[in-house]
Structure formats: C-alpha cells, structure tokens
C-alpha cells in the first residue's frame, strides 16, 4: 500500500511537470493521458469488500506499471487508474498500443467489473484550450469532467 502512495505521489508530480511543459509547448510534447475507470466506488467493495478491494487495487497499480514501458508511468485515483503514455509520432496508434499491453496484463480478479477506457491526447487539448490547467490534479479533474467532449477514444471492457 505504501509503494502504491509512492508511485500515485511521484505521478502526480511528473503531471504537475507536464502540465507546464504543455502549456508552454504543446506542439512539440506526444503524450497521451489514459483513464481505466474499473466500475464505481462501490462496485468493487460489494463485490470483495472493502479491505479485499483495496488490496487488488494496489496489487492492479504495480501491475500495470510493470506491463507498461519504463516511460509510462501509472497513478491511482480510488478506482480510476491513470497512465501517462508518450508517443513519438503522431502517427502511432495510442489505442493499439494500449489494447495490447491490457490483453497482455489481465487481472483476472478485477475483470468481473466493467472497465471504462479514456484516451485523451494532452497535446490537442492544451492547443485548443482557453484555460490551461496548471497542476496535475486539475488536470485530472478537467478531464474527468469533460470527458465526453476531451477523449479522442472511450470504450469499454464488458465484466466477465
């Protein structure tokens, strides 16, 4: 659980970093911000219950960090899980990419839950943006509220 606050730490404060970054050069800087939502905050814990749904939450963080490149990094949000996934080209196919990695790190446990998938291009957003946001939790916050208006992608993955 500590590693989990630790890596949740140093996500926020590399997305406080990319925020400036994009603010400043948002043409030049691929990079994707991906949302997993699994199921709502209490589908887990009827489902588990709390103590259990809390843990394979945690043990879902480290393995997806270890399923994603070393310059992906995966933070926690309850039970959204966000990625930050840079590209090299505009070019590359973001949502492939992603399925791939998902297909590849199943978690089986959690699978009995709906999964929503976001993919939402920082660098589009911030071009077209009047107000910028400026830390990484505000950042986090637009976009889940203007998700439907900001995601280049959403799906979902249907519980088992």
Known sequence: ??????????????????????????????????????????????????????????SLTHDLQNSFRRSDLVGR??????????????????YEKLLDVLESSKHQTLNIVEREI????LPLIYQKALVKPDRGHALLQHLKNNQRELASHVFRLANL
């Open 77 to 94: 949000e309850g039970t959204d899980f966000w990625i930050l996934f840079p590209y090299t080209r505009v070019q590359d196919d973001v």
């Open 1 to 58: 659980m500590i590693s989990d606050i630790q890596l949740c730490s140093r996500f926020v404060e590399t997305l406080d970093w990319i925020c400036q970054v994009l603010i400043r050069h948002s043409e030049d800087f691929n990079i994707a911000l991906v949302k997993i939502a699994y199921g709502d905050d209490n589908s887990l814990g009827e489902a588990y219950g709390a103590p259990e749904a809390l843990r394979q939450l945690s």
């Open 118 to 121: 976001a993919i939402f291009e």
